[in-house]
C-alpha cells in the first residue's frame, strides 16, 4: 500500500499558484519524498524530490514540514498545462544501487487549472 | 540525452496469445522496472531488473515476465492473454541520482 494519503482533486486558477498537499505520516528517517504527474496517456513525469530541506527546481517548489510528516508541492505559476494527475511517493534512497526502484503509486491529486 | 524509449506504442492481441514489450533505458541507467497501468488498479509495480537479474517483483501471475540484456534494455513478456491484461505498460529507468524516470508506455488492448 502507498504510504501516502492526497487529497483527490484541486482547482486552481491559471496564474496563481498551485499547492498540492501530501500526508506521509509513517515515512522512515531515510525515506525520500518524490512527487511525479501524469498528463493523460502520458507516462509519469518527474517533478522533484527531497528528503528533510525544501527543495526548488525549474519546474516546482517542495516543502517539508520539520517533522517530516506531511509536504506540499507548489508550483507557483499554474498554467493549462500543469492540468494533470500528481502523485506523491516515498521511498528509501538507492544509495549503492543496490536497493530496489520499486514505486508505491496511490491514487494522487488529480489538478485542474482552469483558465 | 535521450529518454527512456518503449516499444511498439500500441498494439492489439487477441485473447491467449503472448506478446513481448521492449524498453531501452537511459543511457548509463542499469535499473529498469516495469509498470502496468489500469483505471480500475492504477499503477502497480511488476518487476525490476538491474545488472541482468530481477532484483524485484510484484504480485503479478506467472504469465507476466521479464529479462533485461547487457546493453540494460529490457523486454517483459505476458503469455496466453486475457481480456484483463488491456493495460498501459510503463518501463522505467533507474541511475546515478536516485531518479527514476519512465517512458511513454505500450498501450496493449486484448480483445
Known amino acids: 500500500d502507498a504510504k501516502t494519503t492526497q487529497p483527490t482533486s484541486m482547482d486552481c486558477a491559471e496564474g496563481r499558484a498551485a499547492n498540492l498537499p501530501c500526508n506521509h505520516s509513517?515515512?522512515?528517517?531515510?525515506?525520500?519524498v518524490y512527487w511525479y504527474r501524469q498528463i493523460h496517456s502520458q507516462g509519469p513525469q518527474y517533478i522533484i524530490h527531497?528528503?528533510?530541506n525544501n527543495e526548488t527546481n525549474e519546474m516546482a517548489s517542495l516543502i517539508i514540514t520539520e517533522d517530516r510528516k506531511s509536504s506540499t508541492l507548489i508550483l507557483p505559476h499554474a498554467t493549462l498545462r500543469d492540468t494533470a494527475v500528481y502523485y506523491c511517493?516515498?521511498?528509501?534512497?538507492?544509495?549503492?544501487?543496490?536497493?530496489?526502484?520499486?514505486?508505491?503509486f496511490g491514487k494522487g491529486t488529480k489538478l485542474t487549472v482552469n483558465p | 540525452k535521450a529518454g527512456v524509449t518503449q516499444t511498439p506504442r500500441y498494439l492489439i492481441k487477441t485473447r491467449g496469445q503472448q506478446v513481448t514489450l521492449s524498453c531501452s533505458p537511459i543511457?548509463?541507467?542499469?535499473?529498469v522496472s516495469w509498470y502496468q497501468q489500469t483505471p480500475g488498479q492504477g499503477l502497480q509495480f511488476l518487476f525490476e531488473?538491474?545488472?541482468?537479474?530481477?532484483?524485484n517483483k510484484g504480485n503479478f501471475p506467472g504469465r507476466f515476465s521479464g529479462r533485461q540484456f547487457s546493453n540494460s534494455r529490457s523486454e517483459m513478456n505476458v503469455s496466453t492473454l486475457e481480456l484483463g491484461d488491456s493495460a498501459l505498460y510503463l518501463c522505467?529507468?533507474?541511475?546515478?541520482?536516485?531518479?527514476?524516470?519512465f517512458g511513454e508506455g505500450s498501450w496493449l488492448t486484448v480483445v
Open positions: 511517493i516515498v521511498r528509501p534512497p538507492d544509495l549503492t544501487q543496490g536497493g530496489s526502484e520499486k514505486l508505491v
Open positions: 509513517t515515512i522512515s528517517g531515510n525515506e525520500y
Open positions: 531488473y538491474f545488472s541482468e537479474t530481477q532484483r
Open positions: 527531497g528528503l528533510k
Open positions: 543511457s548509463g541507467h542499469r535499473s
Open positions: 522505467a529507468s533507474g541511475g546515478p541520482g536516485n531518479t527514476i524516470y
